[in-house]
């Protein structure tokens, strides 16, 4: 029940644990965005991702097949295009908690956010704040 409660800290726990190639694996489909291409070409980003989390572009390859089914899953476009997409959204939320405490992921986990997302780190500290008023409000009507 907990892990439907609260989903990030049990997969952040299981992520921080994962091999380095399947972590880049999901490093590059986080930068991506909501999918990534198959087959897949990496660009200047996403090979600085692989060297920085410890894997190489072959066996980042190899991670995709083996998460096929776990964490990532091939899937087609509506145009019947092959393209790499997170099993389920809150695994990338938990990959983002991974690279975030770790200062030599700090460009990987700003590159990966969008705009949205990255105003929301700032104005909350993290995901929505639902009915709450986040931090930056409260401090700001004090004022």
């Known amino acids: 029940m907990d892990f439907f409660t609260r989903p990030i800290p049990l997969l952040r726990e299981v992520l921080g644990q994962i091999a380095p190639e399947t972590r880049a694996a999901l490093a590059c489909l986080y930068l991506a965005g909501e999918e990534l291409r198959a087959p897949i070409e990496f660009t200047d980003p996403l090979r600085d991702a692989i060297t920085r989390l410890g894997a190489t572009e072959a066996s980042v390859l190899q991670a995709f097949g083996a998460c096929d089914g776990t964490f990532l899953q091939l899937s087609q476009t509506p145009g019947g295009d092959p393209v790499w997409r997170f099993r389920h959204p809150t695994i990338r939320e938990g990959f983002a908690a991974v690279v975030a405490q770790d200062p030599n992921m700090v460009t990987v986990f700003l590159d990966g956010l ?30």
């Open 114 to 143: 969008s705009d949205e997302e990255l105003v929301r780190q700032v104005e909350c500290g993290g995901p929505p704040c639902g009915e709450q008023w986040c931090a930056f409000h409260r401090r700001s009507t004090r004022a």
